[in-house]
Structures are given as structure tokens and as C-alpha cells.
């Protein structure tokens, strides 16, 4: 089974997980304002994205090219991984690609602990990728858990690139924002993708 198998209910049910979607988990961040370079590659790639609209053009023409400006940000001191196999307990379905993880290890050739940030990919619906979100920050766990690296919160987003759903899992409660985040507000994403990958 793959990751995007889970629901929301199935990954409650399978995980025993609880949800809360009343807080407004980043209300004090502070903002950071994109680059030129990033303004001027969203500027011109956003359209394009938006016309071809599958998940693919989506990842690589905005959501990769955001991601990149967090690894400048934070000095290249975390790794990024695009579409990478991400097999962590395949018995509990906890196995398939992940859109993309980072990492707080600089470590660029294979996924290394911790894995701090999950964000998938959707071409359009937000809340259908809340299931498989949730269950591959709950591999990430296991995996950081199994490499001596144990974190006690992940961080998640669903994105279609334009919209963005962040989310944040600690013990078995499985926090959705209750805030959306748009293009627009580019400086709040970059913001908390940078706060949530230190």
C-alpha cells in the first residue's frame, strides 16, 4: 500500500490518531521576504503552472523553486528530496514516494535523520492530501525513531503550489492549521517551511 492510500479517516483509524483543526499554529511568525530571484521565478512560472495544472508541473514550477529559497535561507544546512522512495514499515503501509521530505542533515545523496518536513503535492484538492500527509510524517517519525534521531514534533504541508495547508503532528494528535496560506503571502510560507525545517 502506498501513502496516497490513506484518507484522513484511515490514517486516523490505522494510527489511532486524533485531529484538531482549531488552532493557528504559526500566528506569531514572523514573515521573510522572498529573494528577487524567487519573486521573479514565481512571477513567471506561476501561470504556466496554473495552465498545464497537473501535480507535476505544479511541483517543479512552484513549490520546488519555494523549497530551494528555504535551503538558501538556511544556508544549505538542510536537504531536500523530490519523489523520493521513502520505505519505512511496509506491514503498516508506511512505504511509496513521498512529493517532498526535508531533512536537517545536509546529507544531499540519501534521505538522512531527522526528517523534520513533509510536503505533498495535489493538483487541486487540499483536504485529499491530509491522509497521505499525516502518514508520511507518522513514517517519518518511525524512521527518525529507528536512526537514533527521535523528534518529538513533525511538521506537514499539502500544497497545490498557489494554496498551502500546514500541519503538525505531536504525540497522536495530528494538528491541522486552521489558517490557509496563499502565493500571496509568499513571505508567511517561506517563513514557516524555514521555521519548521530548524
Known amino acids: 500500500m502506498a501513502y496516497s492510500n490513506f484518507t484522513l479517516s484511515k490514517v486516523k483509524s490505522d494510527f489511532a490518531i486524533t485531529t484538531d483543526e482549531t488552532q493557528d499554529l504559526f500566528a506569531e511568525i514572523t514573515p521573510i521576504q522572498p529573494s528577487d530571484l524567487l519573486s521573479l521565478v514565481l512571477k513567471d512560472q506561476i501561470p504556466l503552472a496554473t495552465a498545464i495544472n497537473t501535480e507535476k508541473a505544479r511541483s517543479e514550477l512552484v513549490i520546488m523553486p519555494i523549497l530551494m529559497e528555504v535551503r538558501r535561507l538556511l544556508k544549505n544546512q538542510i536537504s531536500i528530496f523530490s519523489g523520493s522512495s521513502f520505505e519505512v514499515d511496509p506491514s503498516q503501509g508506511l512505504d511509496g514516494r513521498c512529493d517532498f521530505i526535508l531533512s536537517r542533515s545536509p546529507e544531499q545523496y540519501y534521505i538522512a535523520s531527522p526528517v523534520l518536513t513533509i510536503?505533498?503535492?495535489?493538483?487541486?484538492?487540499?483536504?485529499?492530501?491530509?491522509?497521505?500527509?499525516?502518514?508520511?510524517?507518522?513514517?517519518?517519525?518511525?524512521?527518525?525513531?529507528?536512526?537514533?534521531?527521535?523528534?518529538?514534533?513533525?511538521?506537514?504541508?499539502?500544497?497545490?503550489?498557489?494554496?498551502?495547508?500546514?500541519?503538525?503532528?505531536?504525540?497522536?494528535?495530528?494538528?491541522?492549521?486552521?489558517?490557509?496560506?496563499?502565493?500571496?503571502?509568499?513571505?508567511?510560507?517561506l517563513a514557516i517551511l524555514s521555521s519548521n525545517a530548524i
Not at 142 to 171: C, H, M, R, S
Open 119 to 189: 510536503v505533498e503535492a495535489k493538483n487541486e484538492s487540499i483536504p485529499s492530501g491530509l491522509g497521505q500527509c499525516i502518514a508520511t510524517m507518522i513514517a517519518a517519525r518511525l524512521f527518525n525513531q529507528k536512526e537514533g534521531n527521535p523528534t518529538e514534533i513533525l511538521y506537514g504541508a499539502v500544497t497545490t503550489g498557489t494554496d498551502w495547508k500546514f500541519l503538525k503532528l505531536q504525540g497522536q494528535i495530528a494538528f491541522i492549521d486552521s489558517n490557509d496560506y496563499y502565493i500571496k503571502e509568499i513571505d508567511k510560507i
